[in-house]
């Protein structure tokens, strides 16, 4: 079994909507959770940290995070074609070692 | 423009060749990473340099050697490698890897295609 779990899509939305991407996870002593978006021919950038539970909102993006179901979320409202990308979660319990997943592929049309 | 770049974009090699890929890191940080991602794989952890000093070797291949000359500068010796090894290989910083918030920063990578 993965440590990190992400569907690896294609996720295909229309533009406007809202999106939903997720990943579980196996180590429940995970306590530093991360979204990263990649853009094809770059590498990955932060988008969104939170620190053990609870959710974080930053204007379109809001990340959740639900340790007693080892599951984490990333929700973008009003996706825009520019949103279109690979998202990558990644998770520590607090030191330098991330535990990556796969990546979300996420296309939206416009 | 993250403050890592890494040179070159795209490299070709053949399994007898010797070539290095460089990164720089321009943020101040102490210490830098060296990832392989393939596709639809979790990225894969290779070496990790702090103060210069190499803290972790992921059982990595000795056809890949790692050189970190101060805390700007990355390289990745390559020599002997298989068509396997064929990926993108991405370089990362971070202020330093003792913090627990440990926010790291990539460059846009090699894309390495091994004939």
């Known amino acids: 079994q993965k440590e990190v779990e992400q569907d690896p899509g294609p996720l295909s939305v229309p533009e406007g909507a809202i999106v939903s991407l997720n990943c579980t996870y196996s180590?429940?002593?995970?306590?530093?959770f991360m979204w990263y978006r990649q853009y094809s021919r770059k590498g990955p950038e932060l988008l969104m940290y939170t620190y053990s539970s609870g959710n974080k909102e930053d204007g379109r993006f809001t990340a959740q995070v639900d340790k007693s179901s080892k599951y984490i979320s990333l929700f973008i409202r009003d996706s825009q074609p520019s949103d279109s990308a690979t998202y990558l979660c990644a998770m520590s319990v607090g030191n330098y070692q991330l535990i990556w997943g796969a990546g979300t592929k996420l296309i939206i049309k416009p | 423009e993250t403050g890592v770049t890494q040179t070159p974009r795209h490299l070709v090699m053949g399994m007898t060749n010797k070539k290095s890929l460089k990164c720089e890191q321009h943020?101040?940080?102490?210490?830098m990473y060296w990832y392989k991602q393939s596709a639809k794989k979790p990225l894969e952890l290779m070496f990790v340099?702090?103060?210069?000093?190499?803290?972790e070797n992921n059982s990595v291949p000795s056809r890949f050697s790692p050189e970190c000359p101060n805390s700007s500068h990355l390289f990745l010796h390559l020599h002997t490698l298989q068509p396997e090894d064929s990926a993108l290989y991405l370089c990362a910083s971070s202020q330093d890897i003792s913090l627990a918030k440990n926010i790291q920063y990539f460059g846009a990578g090699t894309r390495l295609s091994v004939l």
């Open positions: 340099y702090n103060f210069k000093e190499q803290t």
């Open positions: 943020l101040g940080h102490n210490a």
């Open positions: 180590n429940s002593a995970f306590q530093y």
